[in-house]
Each structure stands twice: as structure tokens, then as C-alpha cells.
């Protein structure tokens, strides 16, 4: 039942395959071309990351996989209007997909801890058989001990609603209405388990699809990551690290006055349980590789560039449930500097770090703070020819027609590899920059009195004040999508 009822559209960063090749270099893994890549997403939904990354990276190949016929309906529809031809999508149950090519990048979210055991074990048989020798697979999944506190919250609103009729959709809204009943008078549990207010708050926000996938389904098993890494071990992968970067390291990862269980970090299994023990975490992300740890020095390799708007640099950053970081500008503006022009190799950021009499030790350790903060993030390593440019400009387009008449978007990046949330006004300010650039103001004016915001008398002023606001920012759009 719950698969045929189609998922929320949504775009995650955390699968951006860049990331899961940092932390895999960090680590010191063989890892796949940062260009030339087999990408392959379980469990894909409408395929809207997938889109965005194959769009992002023209020259890597993408297959998306989904039970519901509506999801891979709508994905191949949508990445046929945009003229993504890198990508494909199969409909299909997990146990029965046929042959894979090789893949570098096997991800999947929201699906291994909510399907039944059968299913699990047919994704243990294509991340075995498909996975390549240095190839990365990344698994969400519901963790302990975080769900211990709140686990009892999800039975209580299954075996209150769970069957009270044929609709899924009413039944889910009668499931949270009875949490906010029970929430309203305060029993022994609630008592016991404060944050279980907050948690329940936070459910009755949720969109009633996201609500129905996340907490209906009958298989639903959160896993610790010691059983986690069992099984994983199992079909001969090796644990890598966690998404977010930052939870990568242990110094920052743990809050302070932890600085004891530092000692068990080169032991990585006992270190992560301690660390999910003290950071009660509910969800993980776990990056595992095909290949084992070789000390390889792949991270020198990366390029790194800065994927933001604006970046300036606080003097202490906090991170949620972390140490917090303290950046000496000294050592860190020079780095960033460097990048707001370019990006670079991290051995060429070393170097420039290096001319600017910083110590290797103080620009390592300033590159890996800004990388944990987000500050720079990793990007592709090639240049794309002129021809690429032009014809992604082209695919950008249509993605901010797109964006026209959404809230919300994500665009393509091509000098990221990722996505870029933007909404409505910035969509229509690039549009003008791309499409009217001898005449972007009276343009968006037209727009506006067509779309009735005023007769274009009275929204000139507007559209001119918009536009000028927006040009401060042109050098950002001109590195990501080449405006």
C-alpha cells in the first residue's frame, strides 16, 4: 500500500557524490573520478536529486530505481523536458532488478530501515555485485540509541490509528491528532521524556506523505551503527565516515568536557558507538567503500571551492551538538581568499597557505575547519569546454522556467556538481540576465503586470530596485551557471 502513495519531492545535499569522495580521500580510501562516474540511486522517488545531479554533472551516468510507477513516470517526463540525457530511470521492486553496469556510487535514502528483510538482503546482492572495487555506497537509515527515547511515540500512533480506515491519509492525520491529545494531558511518559513535546510538535508540521512513508510502513527498524557495520562488513564493505563532514572528526564531533573518549577515535567502531551514545543520535548517513583503508593521500587531489554567496568568517562557529570552532582569521582568510577567485587543488591551496607564512600544520588544520563549516565544499576537477557551457546555460534555463512557478527550486550547479535552492525572485532576476540582457528591468516589470502584481506603470520602480539588488551577486551566479 504505502508504495504505490508517492513521496515528497525533495532535493537532498547530502547525496552529492563529491562529498562522499572527500570523506572517503579524508580517510585516506581509493576513490572514483571525480568526472567520469556510474552514479546509481535505490529507491529514487521522483528523482528530483537525481535530475539535479545528472544535470550537474553532464558527464557522469545516473540511474534511478523505484517501485511506484507515479515516481519513475514523473522523473523520466521531467528529465526529458529538461533535456537531461545522462540519466535514466527503471521501475522496478529492489528484488528484482536485473543486470547493473559497474557502479561508483551506490546511495540510497529512506529506503533500507523501512522495507522488509528480503529487501535489505536484495540490496546487500547489488551493492555486492555492482558496487566497483573503489567504489562508495551511501546508506541512511533510523539509528539507535536516539529512537529508543522516541520509538514508543510511533507504536502508540500506529496501533491507535492502523486500520480505522481503508485511507492512509486519514488514518496518519488521526495517528498524530491522538499524540497531540495525549501530548495535551501530560501522561507518565511525556513526563519522563520532555523532549517528547517537541518531537511530537515537530511531527504535526510534517507533510502527511513524508508522516505515512516515515512511520507506517510495517518494516520500519532503526539499526545501531555496530549491527549496521556488521552486516555491511558482511558483503565487504568497509565503514567510511558520516554526513555530515563535520561529524568526522571527534575533537569538534563531541561536545565539550567529552575530551576522554578522544583516545578510542583510531578505534572507529567503538568510537562511533560512544559518539552516537553522546550525541543521541536518531539518524545517521554512513559512507562505506568497497576498498579498504590504504593511508592514500587522494585528498591532496581534491579541488575545493566556495559554493556560496557570502562568506564571512565568524571568530567562533558552533555546529549543532558540537565543540565549538574557533577560527583564527590569520590562517583561515588567506585560504578563502585564494578560492573567491578560483577553485584549487588542496595541494595548491597548501602551497598559497604556505607563501602567506602559514605553517602546513595551522593551513591543514584551517582547510579542514572550513570544509567541517561548509565555508568551501569539494567540487568536479574539470573545465568544461565552451560547447558544455553553452548547452548547460540552455538546461539552466529550463530549470528556472521551472522555478517560475514554485516557491521553491533547485537548480544545477555545473561548477559545484550539486544544486542551489533558489526561489521565485531569484528565477525570474536570472531569467532577465540570461534571456533580456539589453533590457532585464522592463522585462521583469512585463512579467510582473502579466503575472497581475500592477499595471507596469507601478511596478517598474519595483523591478528596477529588485534588479539592482540582485547585480551585487553576479559574480556568485557567473561562477555557478555561468550567467
Request: hydrophobic share 40%; aromatic share 10%; proline share 5%.
Amino acid at each position: 500500500m504505502l508504495e504505490t502513495i508517492p513521496y515528497t519531492d525533495t532535493f537532498f545535499t547530502e547525496l552529492n557524490p563529491h562529498i562522499l569522495r572527500c570523506i572517503a580521500a579524508m580517510r585516506g580510501f581509493d576513490i572514483p573520478d571525480s568526472t567520469s562516474f556510474t552514479y546509481c540511486e535505490l529507491g529514487c522517488g521522483t528523482g528530483h536529486s537525481l535530475i539535479v545531479y545528472a544535470a550537474a554533472n553532464p558527464h557522469a551516468s545516473f540511474i534511478g530505481i523505484d517501485f511506484n510507477h507515479e515516481h519513475i513516470e514523473h522523473a523520466q517526463k521531467r528529465a526529458a523536458s529538461l533535456g537531461i540525457l545522462n540519466c535514466q530511470f527503471i521501475q522496478s521492486d529492489i528484488t528484482k532488478v536485473e543486470q547493473l553496469p559497474l557502479c561508483d556510487y551506490i546511495v540510497m535514502h529512506g529506503l533500507y530501515a523501512w522495507v522488509h528483510h528480503s529487501v535489505r538482503n536484495a540490496i546487500h546482492g547489488i551493492i555486492k555485485k555492482s558496487l566497483s572495487n573503489n567504489g562508495l555506497a551511501l546508506i541512511s537509515y533510523n539509528a539507535y540509541p536516539g529512537w529508543h527515547v522516541y520509538e514508543p511515540l510511533r507504536m502508540m500512533m500506529r496501533e491507535y490509528s492502523m486500520g480505522l480506515s481503508d485511507d492512509p491519509f486519514y488514518n496518519a492525520e488521526q495517528g498524530i491528532g491522538f499524540l497531540q491529545w495525549m501530548l495535551e494531558r501530560n501522561p507518565a511518559y511525556i513526563r519522563a521524556v520532555p523532549s517528547a513535546a517537541s518531537f511530537i510538535e515537530e511531527l504535526s508540521r510534517h507533510d502527511i506523505k513524508y508522516i505515512i512513508h516515515e512511520y507506517y510502513a510495517d518494516h520500519w527498524t532503526p539499526f545501531s551503527f555496530s549491527e549496521m557495520e556488521q552486516t555491511m562488513s558482511e558483503i565487504g564493505l568497509t565503514f567510511v565516515g558520516q554526513i555530515p563532514l563535520y561529524l568526522n572528526n571527534g575533537a569538534i564531533c563531541l561536545p565539550e568536557g567529552f575530551d576522554d573518549i578522544l583516545s578510542l577515535e583510531e578505534d572507529v567502531s567503538r568510537f562511533e558507538t560512544f559518539k552516537d551514545l553522546i550525541r543521541n543520535t536518531m539518524f545517521r548517513w554512513d559512507v562505506y567503500a568497497k576498498n579498504i583503508h590504504q593511508d592514500l593521500q587522494g585528498f591532496q587531489d581534491l579541488h575545493l571551492g566556495i559554493v556560496q554567496i557570502e562568506t564571512h568568517l565568524e571568530d567562533r562557529i558552533a555546529l549543532p551538538g558540537c565543540s565549538p570552532i574557533d577560527l583564527d582569521l590569520a590562517y583561515h582568510e588567506p585560504i578563502l581568499q585564494a578560492l573567491r577567485d578560483q577553485h584549487m587543488h588542496v595541494k595548491s591551496i597548501l602551497a598559497h597557505a604556505s607563501e602567506k607564512d602559514i605553517s602546513l600544520d595551522h593551513a591543514r588544520s584551517a582547510l579542514l575547519n572550513l570544509l567541517f563549516t561548509e565555508q568551501i565544499k569539494p567540487i568536479p576537477q574539470s573545465i568544461p569546454s565552451e560547447e558544455s557551457i553553452m548547452a548547460f546555460k540552455q538546461m539552466v534555463l529550463r530549470f528556472l522556467e521551472e522555478a517560475l512557478v514554485s516557491d521553491e527550486h533547485v537548480i544545477p550547479s555545473l561548477y559545484s556538481g550539486s544544486g542551489i535552492h533558489i526561489n521565485q525572485d531569484t528565477a525570474l532576476m536570472l531569467i532577465a540576465t540570461m534571456k533580456h540582457a539589453d533590457n532585464p528591468i522592463e522585462w521583469i516589470a512585463e512579467w510582473m503586470e502579466i503575472q497581475g502584481y500592477g499595471d507596469y506603470a507601478n511596478v517598474i520602480d519595483r523591478a528596477h530596485n529588485a534588479y539592482h539588488q540582485f547585480i551585487h551577486t553576479l559574480p556568485f551566479w557567473k561562477r555557478m551557471i555561468f550567467v
